[in-house]
């Protein structure tokens, strides 16, 4: 796949990329750039900054930088060229990008799956099959939805899947690696055996396990889960993901359940928006896909202990992100799939609608802890509250759960204010690189290269007076730099990056440059004692080197070549400064 530059610049600049970010996450002016929490690692700030103006974005903590292309392709996990169509959809430019091939070291595992994906659908839908479908039929799930779904069935046989893929060529040692076939006695057997198979997908939709279930009052375990693979980590993975991320973009929100058959009924009353941990504890990955797809999130887990203990794990986990998300809680120890099947679609999107702030969550499950009409578990209460409110870092928020807290139980507002604790604003402060102290050399390296990103002008300048720079990451990117110019006759820091393609190196550094935010007004003296500083430190660096060999050197001729070479960097030096 190949498409020309020409086409890529007018697909980028057809689109703006504050208005592509901003649809993605929450951002929000702040002087000439806009600012929002970064998705590429766990930001508890705004540190990812927006250039309107460069159509760059740069994140001062982690360093991660792109254009728009860039951006969509790391947050959305697909290839450069699926962002570059997305792009164009944007922008109405019609393109054609093919079948996109991912070369991945783990294709055999992909394939197998794919393979047993397509024989446990085929197996539900012979006679073989017709049990499990009224099953699924009974508890409400037609057709449609099973094949939507990719419901399957394993036989109620050893060994099928298992000859099915020796038969394709498969050697044992990828088999037994992919979680699906097991060994006893040097036999291989399948691991799934007579149960309805519910397939999980990664990120991009592709299958990579299975949650299987017994259907037929068979007396085993309810469900059997993959085991993790080098494709199927259940930490990194939500389920329902792949299917749910537009629909959450369009509604402005994302509906965080239990499992995958809640997510599925859902789905089967028209709310896609919804999806699951798979078989986990919900933790900072997870909470960081939830927070690419919305900051708007509800979460509504069974209604038991074990949903109770999810729900208070998930705030937290999200809370650290910034988000506080809203909550449901179903009673009679429903789940979302039963609470649907007895009370119906708009009594679950009534419970939506209503969710509770994560304030009002704490205090219901205070409330169920303490007997309020006794003084001293009354106080046991307030204390508590007044600790929750204390995280909260919501101004408005605060003073209403203060005046709340305050009416509700007749303690004065005051005395609730002063056993508040104070806490500081977190600042983000960006990271600074493990690198050689920023001496002259090293800033005129930077800024050099800050205003040939600016300017062809400069460039030139690059071009007739240095042949080198010394810090082999700024030497790289200026190379980069003065290679594009010339190839395409302009510069722009956005294209660049698009010419830059998989560099991740130079795409950083320009990162770590763009941010020092020097004055836009160029001051070619300044450049020239940029350049100055740069050619002192290289004829500093060469003097040296020939001052070095020349206190080892024994050969009489030799040692007077390297005295009129130290000679001629001396006097090259004078013409310089005259």
Excluded: W
Excluded at 44 to 52: D, L, Y
């Amino acid at each position: 796949m190949k498409i020309d530059t020409n086409t890529l610049n007018e697909i980028r600049n057809s689109v703006d990329i504050v208005d592509i970010i901003s649809s993605y996450l929450p951002l929000s002016s702040r002087g000439k750039n806009f600012f929002g929490v970064c998705p590429f690692h766990d930001d508890h700030s705004p540190s990812m900054s927006v250039s309107p103006s460069k159509q760059i974005y740069t994140c001062f903590s982690c360093g991660a930088t792109g254009n728009v292309f860039k951006f969509i392709q790391d947050y959305e996990n697909i290839t450069f060229y699926e962002a570059v169509k997305k792009c164009a959809d944007i922008a109405g430019i019609v393109i054609d990008i093919g079948k996109i091939e991912s070369k991945n070291k783990y294709k055999e595992l992909y394939d197998i799956y794919e393979l047993s994906y397509k024989f446990y659908q085929n197996n539900i839908n012979t006679e073989l099959g017709k049990v499990a479908r009224q099953y699924l039929h009974d508890r409400s799930l037609d057709d449609k939805t099973i094949k939507e779904f990719g419901i399957g069935l394993s036989l109620n046989e050893s060994d099928t899947l298992t000859k099915l893929l020796k038969s394709k060529k498969y050697d044992e040692k990828i088999l037994l690696k992919s979680g699906l076939v097991n060994e006893n006695n040097y036999q291989l057997y399948d691991v799934y055996r007579n149960r309805i198979m519910f397939p999980l997908y990664d990120l991009n939709g592709k299958v990579i396990g299975y949650n299987g279930r017994i259907y037929h009052g068979e007396n085993n375990s309810k469900y059997i889960n993959s085991t993790e693979t080098d494709i199927f980590k259940k930490r990194e993975l939500l389920y329902n993901y792949h299917r749910a991320k537009d629909e959450a973009r369009k509604s402005h929100q994302i509906i965080v359940m239990e499992g995958p058959m809640d997510v599925i009924r859902a789905y089967t009353v028209g709310i896609k928006n919804c999806v699951a941990a798979l078989g986990t504890a919900f933790g900072t990955e997870q909470a960081m896909l939830v927070r690419k797809l919305s900051s708007n999130v509800i979460l509504c887990f069974d209604g038991d202990d074990a949903g109770l203990k999810a729900t208070k794990l998930a705030i937290n986990e999200l809370g650290r992100l910034g988000i506080n998300p809203k909550i449901v809680r179903l009673e009679n120890n429903n789940d979302p799939d039963e609470y649907i099947i007895k009370n119906g679609r708009d009594a679950f999107k009534a419970k939506i609608k209503n969710a509770m702030n994560v304030m009002e969550f704490k205090e219901s499950i205070l409330k169920a802890d303490y007997n309020l009409e006794k003084t001293d578990e009354l106080a046991k209460y307030v204390n508590n509250m007044i600790k929750e409110i204390d995280k909260i870092d919501d101004d408005i928020l605060k003073e209403v759960s203060i005046v709340k807290l305050s009416k509700e139980t007749g303690i004065d507002i005051n005395i609730i204010k002063n056993k508040l604790t104070k806490k500081e604003d977190i600042i983000v402060k960006p990271k600074t690189t493990k690198s050689i102290k920023k001496n002259k050399y090293i800033k005129s390296e930077q800024y050099l290269i800050y205003y040939m990103l600016q300017s062809v002008d400069v460039i030139k300048m690059y071009e007739r007076k240095i042949t080198h720079m010394p810090t082999e990451s700024y030497r790289h990117l200026a190379f980069q730099i003065d290679y594009f110019y010339k190839q395409n006759g302009y510069i722009d820091v956005a294209d660049l990056i698009t010419y830059l393609g998989d560099d991740s190196d130079s795409i950083k550094t320009i990162g770590e440059i763009t941010i020092l935010d020097l004055p836009i007004d160029i001051n070619y003296e300044e450049i020239d004692d940029y350049l100055s500083n740069i050619r002192e430190y290289n004829e500093k660096s060469q003097s040296n080197i020939y001052k070095d060999r020349l206190k080892k050197e024994v050969d009489y001729k030799k040692k007077l070549d390297l005295a009129l070479k130290t000679l001629e960097i001396k006097k090259r030096r004078e013409e310089y400064d005259k």
